[in-house]
Antibody, heavy 116, light 106 residues
């Protein structure tokens, strides 16, 4: 069965960096686009970024453009999100999701807290 | 960017009631629309894809309709386990979500 497991979340100071990882299993990872989606405490879902199956096509939400970098390693069945220049408003649960005409399977999420 | 306007933001209904949620796109998205259910503390779950197709294993009391800019999500007979927040999401362009509808039991 499809499994997505995020890791790397935690507490970081404003201006700091964090790298999230998502380990995928149960499907052919290299065949699928993948997305990062976040949810601030008590708020709705916000799409952050997605990457094509080969990694050649990447898009970002305006709110993270220039600060976040999505990448993938198809040999390791892994998706990453490098987050730099973090702000308080980046505090959220970050989900990775398999993308098939929109996200179909989601991980359980990892919490990122940006606070001094 | 295509914006999604979802309404209502919350609703309260009785068990057995018919519940309807609407989602309006800022431009024509054909049928490129999904509906998700999110229970507290859990990841979202895909219920409806391509506006009207039921994901495998999802109860038939859930349904979706619409195309172009106007879409509807319906629970034909609300059950206690349907308490959740529901989101629409378009994938015609960058995959933006609607603001969500919190469904509660009256």
């Amino acid at each position: 069965q499809v499994q997505l497991v995020e890791s790397g979340g935690g507490l970081v100071k404003p201006g700091g960096s964090l790298r999230l990882s998502c380990a995928a299993s149960g499907f052919t990872f290299s065949d699928y686009y993948m997305s990062w989606i976040r949810q601030a405490p008590g708020k709705g879902l916000e799409w952050v970024s997605y990457i094509s199956s080969s990694g050649s096509t990447i898009y970002y939400a305006d709110s993270v453009k220039g600060r976040f970098t999505i990448s993938r390693d198809n040999a390791k069945n892994s998706l990453y999100l490098q987050m730099n220049s973090l702000r308080a408003e980046d505090t959220a649960v970050y989900y990775c999701a398999r993308d098939l005409s929109g996200p179909d399977y989601w991980g359980q999420g990892t919490l990122v807290t940006v606070s001094s | 960017d295509i914006q999604m306007t979802q309404s209502p933001s919350s609703l309260s209904a009785s068990v057995g009631d018919r519940v309807t949620i609407t989602c309006q796109a800022s431009q024509d998205i054909s049928n490129y629309l999904n509906w998700y259910q999110q229970k507290p503390g859990k990841a979202p779950k895909l219920l409806i894809y391509d506006a009207s197709n039921l994901e495998t294993g999802v109860p038939s009391r859930f349904s979706g309709s619409g195309s172009g800019t106007d879409f509807t999500f319906t629970i034909s007979s609300l059950q206690p386990e349907d308490i959740a927040t529901y989101y629409c999401q378009q994938y015609d362009n960058l995959p933006f979500f609607g603001g969500g509808t919190k469904v509660e039991i009256k």
